[in-house]
């Protein structure tokens, strides 16, 4: 039995934190004891894994740069005995791969979940240096692989493609769309354009409003159903009331039944910047919805250009128009899109495979660098020697790439 031990920043619901969710209730249990630490804050998916008998730790971590947090997130590898250790997003991957090469843990994963054009050179010069004590990177597309091969320099062989999965519980059993509507404010004759996410500048919401509002010109039966939230959510309802789309737009904010809401849609539109795998898309297209998205890595990987939606370039909002009239306009055109990425989905996108891959991964990790030993029995030098200490970044550069 390997302890494997997934750290995380929070559990809230989000991209990152459903996959790490759907990983270990699912990896199989006569082989694998998963144990998830939280660096800042739990969420919505706690209960999912306590339930699961998955046990949960809280760090605490109050600051960007918190040596307290790190210093409780090393005190806890060090105890929990974990046999591989997996790190997910940029803090956890810092925080967690610094205390885990501190303790010379091995096998020691990390994930990126996104083609993350925030980050900057003091972002990219701490996964450099990180890199050394990292056996394999995590990548959800081709599109984050060529990323960081290609703005970080990580090498290929390094990383490791593993698309996200939709459980099929997430998968929508029959809705009554009129009921759905119904419970909306909508009736039959409108035609329902969606958008699921975080409200939020990477997601060029603004650009979605933008072009309803010139399909509006010609359909005005339009309406547009926003589900998420974030700290745009106010401007972007002043946007929508600006433009003359503010009655015809709903603000549903978080909500726990999306893929019944998904019954109520025509299309899903995502006209983000940029993504990693984006889980509504996958959602969207198993419950039967034609999709247009911006053709960016990653969502290039999912949304089949003509087949099971249309792709259009970022910011290019009288194409996206164009595209959603095209689909609101020919109901054939949707059911036809909309059943090859249903079955796209089925296929390609399953927890079986995603969690075999992570088995896989870990096995052959495991039986590399332990030699059928428990990791944590080589974690520490001989004794009479040192732990390992990590040499720091240069001058002020892992504080100011935390902050």
């Known amino acids: 039995m390997y302890r494997i031990g997934l750290i995380i920043p929070t559990l809230e619901r989000s991209g990152a934190e459903k996959q790490l969710t759907i990983l270990a209730t699912h990896l199989p249990r006569h082989g694998f004891q998963p ?36 210093w409780r997130l090393r005190q806890k590898l060090r105890g929990g005995r974990y046999d591989l250790v997996h790190t997910w997003l940029f803090a956890a991957n810092s925080y967690g791969r610094l205390a885990a090469a501190s303790l010379r843990l091995r096998p020691l994963v990390a994930t990126e979940r996104c083609a993350d054009h925030w980050k900057g050179p003091l972002h990219f010069q701490l996964d450099r240096l990180l890199l050394r004590y990292t056996d394999r990177i995590v990548v959800n597309s081709r599109g984050v692989l060529e990323f960081y091969r ?22 929508p059993a029959f809705v009554s769309r009129r009921a759905k509507r119904a419970e909306l404010g909508l009736c039959d004759e409108h035609l329902v354009v969606g958008f699921v996410g975080r409200l939020w500048p990477q997601k060029r919401v603004r650009d979605l409003i933008w ?48 893929p019944e809401l998904l ?81 796209l989905v089925r296929s390609q996108f399953t927890v079986e495979r995603m969690v075999s891959a992570h088995v896989r991964l870990y096995t052959e990790l495991l039986q590399q660098g332990a030699r059928g030993l428990p990791a944590w029995q080589k974690a520490y030098e001989p004794e009479g020697q040192r732990e390992l200490s990590v040499r720091p970044v240069p001058a002020g550069g892992i504080r100011a790439a935390l902050l």
């Open 35 to 70: 144990e998830v630490l939280v660096l800042t804050r739990t969420g919505p998916y706690e209960q999912r894994l306590r339930e699961a008998g998955i046990a949960v730790h809280l760090l605490n971590k109050r600051l960007k740069a918190d040596p307290l947090c790190w």
């Open 150 to 171: 290609d703005r970080v320099g990580i090498p290929e062989e390094k990383m490791v493609v593993i698309p996200n999965a939709l459980p099929d519980e997430e998968r």
């Open 263 to 343: 019954a109520a849609l025509d299309v899903l539109v995502l006209p983000s910047e940029y993504e990693g795998m984006p889980n509504c898309v996958l959602e969207a297209m198993a419950a039967g919805l034609p999709v247009v998205a911006t053709a960016i890595p990653g969502t290039r990987e999912v949304v089949r250009d003509g087949i099971t939606g249309y792709l259009v370039p970022v910011g290019d909002r009288a194409q996206m128009a164009k595209r959603i009239n095209q689909l609101l306009d020919d109901p054939a055109l949707r059911r036809r899109m909309g059943d090859a990425g249903r079955t």
């Open 211 to 258: 072009a309803c509002d010139i399909v509006r010109n010609i359909k005005p039966q339009i309406r547009l159903v926003i589900i998420g939230d974030g700290p745009l959510r106010e401007e972007l309802q002043q946007y929508a009331r600006d433009v003359g789309m503010g009655e015809r737009t709903l603000f549903l904010g978080h909500r726990n039944d999306v």
